[in-house]
């Protein structure tokens, strides 16, 4: 075992790393860009629809940016963005050096990357899918769509390996890894809402990788399983679809949650108000959105029972989630409230995730669900608990986090300035959708005729989304400005209360020199009430070991990548190479370098105690 690390290049440090804090910067990174890139797609969007029978894009462009932009923004930026903090910040909130696997915790990063990287092949190969992000059977079958489908099938298969993945570590990471003292009561509200979001992701992303599996077979080699006139059931894909499309919802807003639980009591200096109430109803909203999926399905004609049961069930989570909205509300009463930037995205989340809550109340009810169904009021809906719900909470989480990330604050100025135009374009964009949808305009359709009504506030609608696309280039500018110019801060710049802000300064490697006694739900805040401002150690300083760095989760991806496109293969006329080769190759590069992991002997390395206290020093 050695006690020194090798220099390494940049790339190649990057590449191999399994560093938590690291593989947290990358999805960041990469969550990012496609963020912009399906953002980009839905102001074409909006662009298209600004006039009546506009010709900005086609008919066949439009459905695959509709298609494209739903399936990015939910499987490759939101998650990823999401997952960057669970990376970076929850093992620090727990008092951990790693998670618990961090080799598969690199592999789930680079499935992830690979997987969407597959998927955005597509626009190469003869166009993206086309099929809505739902990829309904028929419209997803051979008969109706093309080649881009399949990149949709093997580009989401294998991202979703990486997804399951990550979400195992993380279960395994929360249940074994807590320091001494941090009991599950005593976890912070992010850890609580990662942790149950892992739960979700494990029972709802396996029924989608068989939906998958059974869509691609149908595709490549005829299998029928959603052709009625072979046997098929095109209602079969709507139920599996959707036992993991509802909770995916949850699985993304309930680490929102978790980060407004977090912005909220450190700027209104209180401790948040009601957490067991506020866990508990963490429990009872994943429970009860895993069980109302058809809700999404009332028009399909289930029969007025079902429809009742579903109606009735969804509703219900409007209580848990009352509860949550309260206790934010109780927890700024009396606070000494600051509205920085971080703040600002918090608070303004509460108001506009309940409103997506009671227009969420409004599509629960099956009669009326079928007045709303299809039109844009679901859009408006949909957008309010996604943009308005768990994208306010990540700008949220990035300014409050940010510090501790990259050592330097985002410039407060420009952040209250992209604040407003963000916030602005946001509700110009949604809340008059709401009209258009009430006022009958279908949705995912790519024109409308004038002279009914529509013109004014689709116009207004796309000028919203000019606001926020200004508002992200402010926030593009704010973080090269800070880089260069940004306050650099120490390692607890807002006078926080939760254990990621007690680590050292610059973030060493291994977190915590020693591992951190726990004592009260707010650590960090109760050693500055009752001791003397540092957590007390629960072990001896000693040297610390960690894992080493390992480039096999890299090219373990690049095997599943490879496979992927050889079963895409099947469907290309003429292709270069016999699909079986390509898709069989990419799977032995994949097990050989499982094989190589298994045989080969690595034992990690050690820092020495003189290493640890000369950067502790520093």
Same mark, same amino acid.
């Given at each position: 075992?050695? #006690?020194?690390?090798?220099?390494?290049?940049?790339?190649?440090?990057?590449?191999?790393?399994?560093?938590?804090?690291?593989?947290?910067?990358?999805?960041?990174?990469?969550?990012?860009?496609?963020?912009?890139?399906?953002?980009?797609?839905?102001?074409?969007?909006?662009?298209? !629809?600004?006039?009546?029978?506009?010709?900005?894009?086609?008919?066949?462009?439009?459905? %695959?940016? *509709?298609?494209?932009?739903?399936?990015?923004?939910?499987?490759?930026?939101?998650?990823?963005?999401?997952?960057?903090?669970?990376?970076?910040?929850?093992?620090?909130?727990?008092?951990?050096?790693?998670?618990?696997?961090?080799?598969?915790?690199? !592999?789930?990063?680079?499935?992830?990357?690979?997987?969407?990287?597959?998927?955005?092949?597509?626009?190469?190969?003869?166009?993206?899918?086309?099929?809505?992000?739902?990829?309904?059977?028929?419209?997803?079958?051979?008969?109706?769509?093309?080649?881009?489908?399949?990149?949709?099938?093997?580009?989401?298969?294998?991202?979703?390996?990486?997804?399951?993945?990550?979400?195992?570590?993380?279960?395994?990471?929360?249940?074994?890894?807590?320091?001494?003292?941090? #009991?599950?009561?005593?976890?912070?509200?992010?850890?609580?809402?990662?942790?149950?979001?892992? #739960?979700?992701?494990?029972?709802?992303?396996?029924? !989608?990788?068989?939906?998958?599996?059974?869509?691609?077979?149908?595709?490549? =080699?005829?299998?029928?399983?959603?052709?009625?006139?072979?046997?098929?059931?095109?209602?079969?894909?709507?139920?599996?679809?959707?036992?993991?499309?509802?909770?995916?919802?949850?699985?993304?807003?309930?680490?929102?949650?978790? *980060?407004?639980?977090?912005?909220?009591?450190?700027?209104?200096?209180?401790?948040?108000?009601?957490?067991?109430?506020?866990?508990?109803?963490?429990?009872?909203?994943?429970? !009860?959105?895993?069980?109302?999926?058809?809700?999404?399905?009332?028009?399909?004609?289930?029969?007025?029972?079902?429809?009742?049961?579903?109606?009735?069930?969804?509703?219900?989570?409007?209580?848990?989630?009352?509860?949550?909205?309260?206790?934010?509300?109780?927890?700024?009463? &009396? &606070?000494?409230?600051?509205?920085? #930037?971080?703040?600002?995205?918090?608070?303004?989340?509460?108001?506009?995730?309940?409103?997506?809550?009671?227009?969420?109340?409004?599509?629960?009810?099956?009669?009326?669900?079928?007045?709303?169904?299809?039109?844009?009021?679901?859009?408006?809906?949909?957008?309010?608990?996604?943009?308005?719900?768990?994208?306010?909470?990540?700008?949220?989480?990035?300014?409050?986090?940010?510090?501790?990330?990259?050592?330097?604050?985002?410039?407060?100025?420009?952040?209250?300035?992209? =604040?407003?135009?963000?916030?602005?374009?946001?509700?110009?964009? =949604?809340?008059?959708?709401?009209?258009?949808?009430?006022?009958?305009?279908?949705?995912?359709?790519?024109?409308?005729?004038?002279?009914? &009504?529509?013109?004014?506030?689709?116009?207004?609608?796309?000028?919203?989304?000019?606001?926020?696309?200004?508002?992200?280039?402010?926030?593009?500018?704010?973080?090269?400005?800070?880089?260069?110019? &940004?306050?650099?801060?120490?390692?607890?710049?807002?006078?926080?209360?939760?254990?990621?802000?007690?680590?050292?300064?610059?973030?060493?490697?291994?977190?915590?020199?020693?591992?951190?006694?726990?004592?009260?739900?707010?650590?960090?805040?109760? %050693?500055?009430?009752?001791?003397?401002?540092?957590?007390?150690?629960? %072990?001896?300083?000693?040297?610390?070991?960690?894992?080493?760095?390992?480039?096999?989760? =890299?090219?373990?991806?690049?095997?599943?990548?490879?496979?992927?496109?050889?079963?895409?293969?099947?469907?290309?006329?003429?292709?270069?190479?016999?699909?079986?080769?390509?898709?069989?190759?990419?799977?032995?590069?994949?097990?050989?370098?499982?094989?190589?992991?298994?045989?080969? %002997?690595?034992?990690?390395?050690?820092?020495?105690?003189?290493?640890?206290?000369?950067?502790?020093?520093?």
């Amino acid at each position: 075992m050695s #006690t020194t690390t090798k220099s390494k290049s940049v790339l190649w440090d990057w590449l191999t790393t399994v560093d938590h804090k690291k593989i947290g910067v990358m999805y960041l990174i990469a969550g990012t860009l496609f963020f912009v890139k399906a953002g980009v797609m839905a102001l074409f969007m909006r662009i298209q !629809l600004m006039y009546p029978e506009m010709n900005f894009l086609s008919g066949q462009t439009f459905n %695959e940016f *509709i298609t494209m932009h739903g399936t990015i923004m939910l499987f490759l930026a939101a998650t990823p963005l999401l997952f960057a903090f669970m990376n970076f910040i929850v093992p620090l909130q727990i008092g951990a050096r790693d998670v618990a696997f961090p080799f598969v915790n690199a !592999l789930g990063f680079w499935i992830f990357f690979f997987g969407g990287f597959l998927l955005s092949l597509s626009w190469f190969f003869g166009g993206g899918p086309d099929a809505g992000w739902t990829a309904y059977v028929p419209l997803s079958s051979r008969d109706y769509a093309g080649l881009g489908l399949d990149f949709y099938v093997l580009g989401l298969q294998v991202s979703g390996i990486g997804t399951l993945v990550s979400a195992i570590n993380f279960l395994v990471t929360i249940v074994n890894m807590r320091a001494p003292g941090m #009991t599950m009561m005593r976890l912070p509200l992010f850890v609580w809402t990662t942790f149950i979001s892992s #739960t979700l992701i494990l029972f709802a992303f396996t029924p !989608l990788a068989a939906g998958l599996a059974l869509l691609m077979l149908d595709r490549l =080699f005829e299998a029928q399983y959603f052709i009625t006139d072979m046997g098929g059931n095109v209602v079969l894909w709507q139920h599996i679809f959707w036992i993991f499309g509802h909770p995916e919802v949850y699985i993304l807003v309930l680490p929102a949650f978790g *980060i407004i639980s977090e912005v909220i009591p450190a700027f209104s200096r209180k401790r948040l108000f009601g957490y067991t109430a506020m866990v508990f109803a963490t429990m009872l909203i994943a429970f !009860l959105g895993f069980m109302v999926w058809a809700h999404h399905m009332f028009t399909v004609g289930m029969g007025p029972i079902a429809n009742s049961i579903f109606a009735i069930a969804t509703m219900t989570i409007a209580v848990p989630t009352g509860i949550k909205v309260f206790n934010w509300l109780f927890t700024m009463w &009396g &606070g000494k409230i600051t509205f920085n #930037t971080a703040m600002l995205f918090a608070s303004s989340f509460v108001p506009t995730f309940v409103l997506g809550g009671v227009t969420g109340v409004m599509l629960a009810m099956a009669p009326v669900d079928h007045l709303y169904h299809d039109t844009y009021f679901v859009v408006a809906h949909f957008h309010y608990i996604i943009v308005g719900g768990i994208v306010l909470a990540l700008f949220a989480g990035v300014f409050y986090w940010y510090p501790k990330m990259f050592g330097h604050k985002l410039n407060e100025g420009l952040g209250k300035l992209f =604040f407003w135009v963000f916030f602005i374009g946001f509700h110009l964009t =949604f809340f008059v959708q709401h009209l258009l949808g009430l006022m009958g305009m279908p949705r995912r359709v790519y024109t409308f005729l004038g002279d009914q &009504g529509l013109d004014t506030f689709n116009f207004i609608s796309t000028i919203g989304t000019f606001f926020m696309s200004a508002a992200i280039i402010i926030l593009v500018i704010n973080v090269i400005y800070s880089a260069f110019k &940004g306050e650099r801060v120490g390692a607890d710049p807002w006078d926080a209360r939760t254990l990621e802000w007690a680590t050292a300064h610059p973030l060493p490697e291994y977190n915590f020199a020693q591992t951190p006694q726990v004592r009260s739900l707010d650590p960090l805040f109760y %050693e500055k009430i009752h001791g003397d401002g540092k957590m007390k150690p629960a %072990e001896p300083l000693q040297d610390i070991h960690m894992p080493n760095g390992s480039i096999l989760p =890299f090219i373990m991806s690049v095997g599943l990548f490879i496979s992927g496109f050889g079963f895409i293969m099947f469907n290309m006329e003429n292709p270069i190479l016999p699909p079986i080769v390509v898709a069989v190759g990419g799977l032995a590069i994949t097990f050989i370098c499982m094989i190589v992991r298994s045989v080969k %002997e690595d034992h990690g390395y050690h820092i020495p105690v003189e290493e640890i206290k000369a950067k502790e020093v520093n």
